[in-house]
């Protein structure tokens, strides 16, 4: 997926493009973009909406378990 690969980089808009995906209803697109945080070689912390701070990798794994259940419960 090209868009993943240009994003690759920037840590940090990875989960959040992936959760955007998975809102609009595009899994595939949402489990690329998570899948790319996890398997990247770096990470870096993340304030989250809420305010928790978090490992980019740690909430790109619980993203996407989400999406995962998500999916199995359609």
Known sequence: ???VELSKND???LPNLGRAYARMGQTEKAAAYF???M???ESVDLVLADGRVMNSKVAAR?????????????
């Not at 619980?62 to 359609?74: D, G, I, P, W, Y």
Request: proline residues 4%; charged residues 20%.
């Open 39 to 41: 398997q990247s070689r």
């Open 11 to 13: 840590l940090p808009k």
């Open 62 to 74: 619980e993203a996407m378990a989400s999406l995962q259940t998500r999916v199995a419960s359609h």
């Open 1 to 3: 997926m090209a868009s």
């Open 35 to 37: 899948k790319a945080a």
